[in-house]
C-alpha cells in the first residue's frame, strides 16, 4: 500500500531548529552575569570561611573596591609560609607593612574624583586573631582609606 | 554554530561565580594628626559610656559585667535611648534638627568597644554586628514614628534626620599592647 511505506519504526526526532537560539540566549546570560575571579586566592578564606552577621549590605561599585585577604596559607604554601594567618594582596603574600603602598598603588589606578568613594573589603578567616586585624586596620588608618567593609555572610544559625 | 555556542556556554558556566560580596560597612576614625596637640581627655562622662571588652577567650564583659552576647543588642538600645531618663545612662542633650524642624533629645552615649590581640575574628564580627544591629533597629523604629516608614524606604533629607537623632557613636579604642 501507498501509505504504509511511508511509515517509519519508533518516533520521529525532535526538531532541533531552535536549539542554537536557546543555547545563545543561556551563553549571554552566563556571559553578562559572569564575575571573572581576578586573584588566586592563596590563603584558605573560602565562602564559609567568612564571619556570619545580620547587618550585611550588599557591597556596590566593584570597580571601587580592593581587597585584603587574611587567612592560614593553602596547604601548597604551607612549607614557604607556615600554617599561621597571612595577609594576601592581589595575589601575592604580603606583610603588614605593605599595606599602605598597596593602597596608593590602587588609589593610582582610579580617577581622583573616585578616590573618597573607595572601599577596602576585608575578607577574614573567622578563626584568625584580633591582632593582625588590629595592624591592618592601624596601617589602612595611616594610608587613610577609612572606609572598610567587613565581609561577611548572612547569618543562617541562631546566634 | 550551535557546537561553538555549547561550547562557550560550559566555558561560562564553569567560570561563573554567582557570589555577591557583602559585609558590615563601617568607617574607621582618621589618624590623630601628630603635630597638633592632643586635647588631654576629652572627658566622656561616665554615665555617658557604654564599655564593651572582649578577652583572648572571647568573653564579653560589658559594663563591668560579665554578659552573653544575645543580651548584647538589648542592653545597647537600652543604653542609647535611655527611655526613662534615669540618672546612670547618657544624657540627652536637646538639639535642634533642621530637617525636622524641631529639637529633639540626642542622646549623648557612646559606645566603646575594646578587644584583645587574641580575641577572635569571628566573635569580634558578632559584637560589631550586634551593636550595628541596635543602632539600625533604634533608627528603624525612629522612622516608623516620624515618618510611617521604613528607614530604607526615607528620602535622602529625612535618613538624614533620622541619623542626626541617632548618630552612630562607636568607638574603638586605640589598640594597645598589654603584656602577650
Request: aromatic content about 8%; charged content about 30%; cysteine-free.
Amino acid at each position: 500500500m501507498a501509505f504504509e511505506r511511508k511509515r517509519k519504526k519508533g518516533s520521529p526526532g525532535i526538531n532541533t531548529a531552535s536549539l542554537p537560539d536557546i543555547v545563545f540566549m543561556l551563553l549571554f546570560f552566563f556571559m553578562v552575569a559572569t564575575v571573572m575571579r581576578e586573584v588566586e586566592l592563596k590563603v584558605e578564606v573560602n565562602v564559609g570561611d567568612l564571619p556570619e552577621a545580620t547587618e550585611i549590605k550588599k557591597l556596590e561599585k566593584k570597580s571601587l573596591v580592593s581587597y585584603i585577604y587574611v587567612g592560614k596559607p593553602k596547604p601548597a604554601f604551607r612549607t614557604m609560609y607556615g600554617s599561621e594567618p597571612r595577609i594576601q594582596l592581589n595575589s601575592a603574600f604580603a606583610d603588614v607593612n605593605d599595606i599602605r603602598e598597596y593602597i596608593i598603588a590602587e588609589r593610582e589606578l582610579r580617577d581622583e574624583a573616585e578616590i573618597p568613594f573607595m572601599t577596602t573589603s576585608l575578607k577574614v578567616h573567622v578563626d584568625t586573631k584580633m591582632g593582625i586585624v588590629t595592624d591592618i586596620k592601624q596601617e589602612l588608618r595611616k594610608a587613610s582609606a577609612l572606609k572598610i567593609n567587613y565581609s561577611a555572610q548572612e547569618r543562617t544559625s541562631e546566634l | 554554530m550551535a557546537d561553538i555556542a555549547f561550547l562557550l556556554l560550559i566555558f561560562f558556566l564553569v567560570t561563573t561565580t554567582m557570589d555577591v560580596d557583602t559585609g558590615i560597612s563601617r568607617k574607621l576614625p582618621a589618624m590623630p594628626d601628630e603635630n597638633i596637640e592632643k586635647p588631654e581627655d576629652v572627658d566622656i562622662k561616665k554615665r555617658n559610656l557604654f564599655i564593651v571588652l572582649i578577652n583572648r577567650d572571647d568573653q564579653l564583659l560589658v559594663q563591668g559585667e560579665l554578659m552573653n552576647i544575645r543580651e548584647l543588642k538589648n542592653k545597647a538600645k537600652e543604653f542609647i535611648l535611655n527611655e526613662n531618663n534615669s540618672e546612670d545612662l547618657p544624657v540627652k542633650e536637646p538639639t535642634y534638627i533642621p530637617e525636622l524642624g524641631r529639637t529633639y533629645p540626642v542622646s549623648k552615649g557612646v559606645i566603646s568597644l575594646q578587644n584583645d590581640n587574641g580575641t577572635s575574628y569571628g566573635k569580634y564580627i558578632q559584637v560589631q554586628n550586634e551593636l550595628v544591629a541596635a543602632y539600625n533597629e533604634i533608627r528603624e523604629d525612629a522612622a516608623f514614628d516620624e515618618y510611617v516608614k521604613s528607614f530604607d524606604d526615607l528620602s535622602e533629607k529625612e535618613e538624614d534626620a533620622i541619623k542626626k537623632m541617632h548618630p552612630l557613636r562607636l568607638s574603638e579604642a586605640e589598640p594597645k599592647n598589654i603584656g602577650d
